[in-house]
């Protein structure tokens, strides 16, 4: 059994940031694919960023040069730094990792962008 467990999130500024974790724990062989997705009330869930277990980094356009996505590999970890937070950013984060051609989904985390 394979779990992600997600923290960091919560009420922000905008201007301000915010640091996500997700540990993965359980029956574990190779994790190849790491990433965060976001989905926002009413929208469909997007690809923020990845990470490959070779470090090859992927960011949506709308996250380019304010967010980083890192990874840990002996902690099974992968974080997310988000800085220069915007309001449209504002939605519920989720960690996903791809461990022998599956993909498992976290619980979720609610960030959320306001004055």
């Known amino acids: 059994q394979v779990q992600l467990v997600e923290s960091g999130g919560g009420l922000v500024q905008p201007g301000g940031s915010l640091r996500l974790s997700c540990a993965v724990s359980g029956n574990i062989f190779r994790i190849t694919f790491m990433g965060w997705y976001r989905q926002a009330p009413g929208k469909q869930r997007e690809l923020v960023a990845s990470?490959?277990?070779?470090?090859?980094?992927n960011y949506a356009d709308s996250v380019k040069g304010r967010f980083t996505i890192s990874r840990d590999n002996a902690k099974n970890t992968v974080y997310l730094q988000m800085n220069s937070l915007k309001p449209e950013d504002t939605a519920v984060y989720y960690c996903n990792a791809g461990i022998g051609g599956i993909g498992y989904w976290g619980q979720g985390t609610q960030v959320t962008v306001s004055s």
């Open positions: 990470i490959t277990n070779g470090g090859t980094t």
